[in-house]
């Protein structure tokens, strides 16, 4: 009874289904908003176990978790102190509520133990991202869509068209490679013959899935797993350093330098987001504008019409980051990413092949849902199926990588 209690594993198999529910029409089902109120009260019950637990078993955070808890209190106090809104407090609640629930390096349980609740909550997502793909992808085959009144809008009648069980093409895409990483790390880890041919099947649905939703950034991951085992074939660090600083540093340049309209064309509007919030933040580039304020101060300088940034925020993580907590927030938060990444290459490279094709799809999700966030903005701030995918397998990811040593 106590590990039922004490054990995250149930709350984050909770949180799978409730973040990936809003991304489809599951979401639009009768108490479904009660049961996600009731799952996030619990949650933060969660935090205030979590920190008991950090006390009584003293264990020494790595200093990638040390950055971690430097954000969480460098954003606390700017919430605090700057920007004064009741409801900046309660978005910082649930950021409290991902890094330290979701995200959580369970080293006090046996190495067996992590790997079983891993599996469980590898197949559990595979499940669920599995069935709505091929019901997706039967809808879109035979042209059904599902309809939703949303009432009248100024005099006019509001409706939309799903296309499938997703609410967008986009989440549909990104649900489906993350399905496809997860599943090719469950035939890996996989002992049944027969599981595995079932899970060779899923691979070829969510690549077509992948591949009809017509989602960009959903390329990511797969581009980071061959990343990453280019990161196996090359050791050397200035190699490896130039794999990830020349295609930053080109992009960067790319943005300021292509013609508008080819630049309209890649990013399909991103661009007015960046070119707003960079100008945003030459006025306020310490503290940011807070979650709340965020979108009224964009509109305020905005270069152009900001398509999305009601939904979607800025579109990219980093440059959200920078708008509502400041740049030094960004900074910081930057700083864990490069240390989490350095403590699994590290670790990754003292293992044998087998191990190191293993831990490397983890690592290829991690890293592609960061790239993912160069695009989209749903690592922090929100319950997005992406962060909560993103926090949790990190979380294993850190925890078995430093359970392999021992």
Known sequence: ??????????????????????????????????????????????????????ILRRRKPYIFEIFLYIFL?????????????????????????????LFSIDLHKPKLKLQKELNIISYFYVFLSSITSIVS??????????????????????????????????????????????????????RNKTMK???????????????????????????ALVLVFLIFKYKNTLVRISLFLVPTLASIIAFFTLPSDILHKILTSR??????????????????VGSVNKVGRLQDHRVAYLQGVESGGLHNIFFEISVVNGIPATIIFITFIILVSIF????????????????????????GIVFINLLESSLLYIISFISIIFWIYLGYLVALLSKNEE
């Open 197 to 223: 041919k079932i899970l060779s099947v899923n691979i070829i649905i969510e690549l077509v899935a992948v591949l009809i939703s017509g989602a960009r950034s959903a390329y990511f991951p797969l581009l």
């Open 344 to 367: 699994c290459i590290r670790k990754m490279d003292k293992m044998n092949i087998s191990d190191q094709f293993k831990f490397g799809i983890l690592f290829s999700l991690f890293l």
């Open 137 to 190: 992808l039967i809808m879109i085959f035979t042209n059904k869509v599902i309809t939703k009144d949303l009432g009248e809008l100024n005099g006019a009648e509001v409706i939309i068209n799903y296309k499938g069980l997703f609410k967008n093409e986009n989440s549909f895409g990104i649900a489906a490679v993350l399905c496809l990483l997860i599943t090719l790390y469950l035939i890996k880890v996989s």
């Open 73 to 101: 209190l460098l954003t606390l106090i700017l919430n605090l102190t700057q920007y004064n809104l009741t409801e900046n407090l309660k978005v910082w609640l649930v950021n409290l509520m991902i890094l330290t629930v």
């Open 271 to 288: 661009e007015y987001l960046w070119l707003t919030a960079i100008r945003l933040l030459k006025v306020y580039p310490l503290v940011g």
């Open 1 to 54: 009874m106590l590990d039922i209690v004490t054990n995250k594993l149930y709350i984050k198999l909770l949180y799978i289904f409730i973040s990936f529910s809003f991304a489809t029409v599951i979401s639009d089902l009768p108490f479904f908003n009660l049961i996600n109120k009731v799952v996030l009260l619990i949650a933060f019950l969660y935090v205030a176990i979590n920190f008991i637990e950090i």
